[in-house]
């Protein structure tokens, strides 16, 4: 009989510090609110997914350069079959050495493609160093030096305050790193690859080099022209890099 009686305080004791334990942690989350500290073992895996917004991701970049310039210092071939031929040099700020050799190859592979500007023997392009003469510099720099430089021609890429589009200025065919990197939010919900967005923004930035002006989306579920500004917006056409996508 004793030995029950001291079982029963002791299951006593034990419910009676698990409810003090309950009421302590209850006070603490109460008091502790978001700084309760949650074991991360104690997430189930795969329970938590972390999401960048897209302006989280483009604040990694960097906003601003030096403003000077490295160049691409090859040769390359004669791009296109016929037509009047475009020298264009290559460059990046300086502060973005690594990409230079990946704009160099998606140009080169761009300016030749049947359908884009060389279509029809309309016109050739060739890559020469900086010390060459060339009629246009393709160059991807950082959204301020962008900024900048469309500036010095009346032109401002800024949307909600910030340098967002590229241009053409002086000679320069200006890349908008921002661009570059993160395409935009219409092509990125049409699932469109960040490479077409590279060859759009490369044949829209050349097409106002050789002298064509802005144009419109046609109509719903078309191909937008290769002139629409479809870096501020599809308008209900479909994504399309190429001045003539169906050669």
């Known amino acids: 009989m004793g030995g029950n009686r001291g079982g029963r305080r002791s299951g006593r004791w034990v419910g009676l510090s698990l409810i003090i334990v309950v009421v302590l942690v209850a006070i603490a989350i109460i008091r502790g609110g978001d700084h309760w500290p949650v074991r991360p073992w104690f997430l189930p895996s795969g329970s938590l997914k972390l999401e960048i917004a897209p302006e989280s991701r483009e604040n990694k970049l960097p906003s601003s350069g030096p403003g000077t310039f490295l ?11 016929g037509g009047p031929l475009k020298r264009f040099d290559l460059a990046v700020e300086s502060n973005l050495a690594p990409d230079l050799g990946e704009l160099s190859r998606l140009t080169d592979a761009t300016l030749a493609d049947r359908r884009g500007w060389a279509f029809g023997k309309q016109q050739q392009f060739q890559r020469v ?9 393709i160059a991807l720099v950082t959204r301020e030096t962008a900024y900048r430089l469309c500036a010095e021609v009346g032109l401002d890429i800024r949307k909600s305050g910030i340098p967002y589009t590229s241009c053409q200025a002086n000679g320069w065919v200006v890349l908008n790193l921002d661009r570059w990197r993160l395409s935009t939010p219409d092509y990125g919900r049409s699932g469109t690859p960040l490479l077409t967005y590279r060859q759009y923004v490369i044949n829209h930035e050349v097409g106002h080099r050789l002298g064509y002006d802005h144009e419109q989306c046609p109509g719903e ?7 629409q500004q ?16 169906t050669a």
């Open 221 to 227: 579920g078309q191909l937008a022209p290769i002139m």
């Open 230 to 245: 479809q870096t501020l917006g599809l308008d209900g056409c479909l994504a399309n890099p190429w001045p003539h996508p």
């Open 71 to 81: 160049y691409d210092g090859t040769t390359g071939p004669v791009l296109g079959d």
């Open 129 to 137: 160093p900086k010390e060459s003469e060339a009629d246009l510099t």
